[in-house]
RNA sequence: UGGGGUGUCGCCAAGCGGUAAGGCACGGGACUUUGACUCCCGCAUGCGUAGGUUCAAAUCCUGCCACCCCAG
């Protein structure tokens, strides 16, 4: 049976989630800290920048002690593995450009906790993202809107969100600023509260991807070639896992002009590059999608859409074409939709949904 | 082997006697809970080589070397 005002918060060991704890323990809830442990120490060099390391471990536990919760650790590696690791791994190696920390947003914390949350009774998860969870009477559907923090705002990692997983979740940042939580971090003598903010990939020590697949798989890169959009051949390419669309630095081909990739064909292992003009679409088809205020979308409707995490949104024309698919048609062409990246629709700070590029049409 | 042309940073390329532009690539940083993009900073005491003329040469002169083209 769940208790009403009872929470797992999902600590990280950062500032935000911390002070997202102490939040919910002052709104009256009983909590308990949390952290998941998503790879061994022997796969993953873990470092200070990286989320849910060792000595992130050491911080969480920290201030859930100082807030008297109890705190612990699951171990969640398998898992975050296959759903994590492994899809990261996959994705790449054919061709597209897979976004992590969206697949752990999905399977890990609002699928795994979440679900531990309830086997121990517990009806809330808590999360420190800054993004903002409400109910809508008239559809009696939860809604996902963007935190009151725009610079912050964290609602494109969180478009995959189900019903049933905002129901029972808590976001205590999505009202606040980045500064008013450093405040309370502060204030609260938190030993994190001047941690910087964790960025990279988790699980990829150094923020080199292309190291860590090649550990993964064991196997070295197979080079390839690199062509112009006209096809004529450039030059030899590292592995068709060093690149994505969009992607200029670290070709190494020198021209009169920037040289970007402007796709990557995981059959015939080569990367086309060319100016950056030749970059842009207009249309692109999403998969694997999810919509949040509506169960599926009866005609078109105008968005505005986010091709990746630091974006501003742009105008564009969404149509469902199946139950998980939707054709997404932009105003102005956009620059470098890359295959695997998650384009998330808005309607203002209203997440209307989103899903998995898949291509240009 | 004759005739012509060219040799400036990894690539392209300004310079035309007054003390080495710029772009690309590369390196570093900022930004960032993905990958990218973007922005900022750095990047030839030396201009194929050896001499010479000049107060002063990448720039003029001479030899040599290399590469390219046309003839044979």
């Known amino acids: 049976m769940l208790r009403d005002k009872s929470a797992l918060i999902a600590m990280s060991g950062g500032v935000d989630s911390s002070v997202a704890a102490l939040l919910t323990l002052e709104h ?31 911080d969480a536990r920290a201030v859930a002690n100082k807030l008297g919760i109890p705190f612990y650790v699951f171990n969640f590696s398998d898992v975050f593995k296959e759903k994590v690791i492994h899809r990261f791994v996959e994705i790449y190696q054919n061709g597209g450009t897979p976004n992590p920390c969206i697949d752990c947003n999905r399977f890990l914390k609002f699928g795994k906790l979440l679900h531990r949350a309830h086997e121990t009774g517990r009806n809330y998860l808590v999360t420190g993202h800054y993004a903002q969870i409400k109910k809508d009477l008239a559809s009696d559907r939860f809604l996902l809107k963007k935190s009151v923090d725009l610079e912050k705002d964290q609602s494109y990692v969180l478009y995959a969100m189900t019903q049933d997983q905002l129901k029972h979740t808590l976001l205590p940042l999505g009202g606040m600023t980045k500064s008013q939580t450093r405040e309370i971090a502060i204030d609260n003598g938190f030993v994190n509260a001047k941690k910087q903010d964790s960025q990279d990939i988790c699980f990829v020590p150094n923020g080199n991807y292309a190291d860590f697949i090649n550990k993964y798989t064991g196997k070295p890169p197979a080079k390839g070639q690199f062509l112009d959009t006209d096809g004529s051949y450039l030059g030899e390419h590292k592995g068709i896992i060093y690149y994505t669309i969009g992607q200029r630095r670290g070709l190494g081909l020198s021209g009169q002009h920037p040289m970007y990739v402007c796709s990557v064909c995981a059959e015939a292992n080569t990367v086309t590059v060319g100016t950056t003009d030749k970059l842009n679409a207009k249309t692109l088809i ?76």
Request: aromatic letters at 6%.
């Open 286 to 361: 999403a998969r694997d999608i999810n919509l949040i205020p509506i169960k599926q979308l009866d005609s078109a409707i105008k968005v505005h859409a986010k091709l990746r995490y630091k974006q501003l949104e742009q105008p564009a024309t969404v149509w469902q074409l199946d139950s998980d698919t939707l054709r997404i048609e932009f105003d102005a062409p956009q620059r470098a939709p890359a295959k695997g990246q998650a384009v998330v629709l808005y309607d203002g700070d209203l997440v209307i949904g989103g899903g998995t590029i898949d291509g240009t049409a």
């Open 28 to 58: 009256g809830f009983d909590c308990v800290g949390s952290m998941m442990k998503l790879f061994s120490n022997e796969e993953v060099d873990c470092r200070e920048k990286s989320c849910c390391s060792l000595t992130d471990a050491d």
